[in-house]
T-cell receptor, first 114, second 116 residues
């Protein structure tokens, strides 16, 4: 199947860490992504991880990948009110080039309380 | 400079009408996509084109017809609009290749279509 699951909602206080979780289905996925969507806006690529990596850090963002469990997480350190948005994980499926498509998760709404 | 642009941003129309959404990218990418985001924010791919050639067609009704006049443009034409077509439509593009950052898809701002 092509189901990518995420929890629907996460609420944190400003300054705390946020952890957004995702489970995917295709063990052959080579790249996994995190996108951010602010209200009324398009999708902004935050970061991605190659499937042979366990962890990737990019400033306040840390991505953890457990390939055995097909589990991906995004940790945002020192969460700010500007981080409030919907976060989508996505896995890439396809055979390369233009056959690639992104299968998106259901999205997690992150609400940051001041 | 806008990398992936879409027009219009909002589109309100009556059932049964025919409408088009335009997408342009100035990134020099070969591959372009259309995605649909429904009212529950669920995003699903509709089409992909590589250098004007249709590659992916995800069992979208044939009322939807993408057209790529050149590799920088991928327009979406919708015939006989239905209530269920109301959604936000996103265009995206990606560079050629399969490694490094060349797989990344860059998204436009979206077109919110409302069918009355």
């Amino acid at each position: 199947g092509e189901d990518v699951e995420q929890s629907l909602f996460l609420s944190v206080r400003e300054g705390d860490s946020s952890v957004i979780n995702c489970t995917y289905t295709d063990s052959s996925s080579t790249y996994l992504y995190w996108y951010k969507q602010e209200p009324g806006a398009g999708l902004q690529l935050l970061t991605y991880i190659f499937s042979n990596m366990d962890m990737k850090q990019d400033q306040r963002l840390t991505v953890l990948l457990n390939k055995k469990d097909k589990h991906l997480s995004l940790r945002i350190a020192d969460t700010q009110t500007g981080d409030s948005a919907i976060y989508f994980c996505a896995e890439r499926m396809g055979y390369g080039g233009a056959t690639n498509k992104l299968i998106f998760g259901t999205g997690t709404l992150l609400a940051v309380q001041p | 400079d806008t990398a992936v642009s879409q027009t219009p941003k909002y589109l309100v129309t009556q059932m049964g009408n025919d409408k088009s959404i335009k997408c342009e990218q100035n990134l020099g990418h070969d591959t372009m996509y259309w995605y649909k985001q429904d009212s529950k924010k669920f995003l699903k791919i509709m089409f992909s084109y590589n250098n004007k050639e249709l590659i992916i067609n995800e069992t979208v009704p044939n009322r939807f017809s993408p057209k790529s006049p050149d590799k920088a443009h991928l327009n979406l034409h919708i015939n006989s609009l239905e209530l269920g077509d109301s959604a936000v439509y996103f265009c995206a593009s990606s560079p050629p290749g399969s490694g490094g950052n060349t797989h990344t898809q860059y998204f436009g701002p979206g077109t919110r279509l409302t069918v009355l």
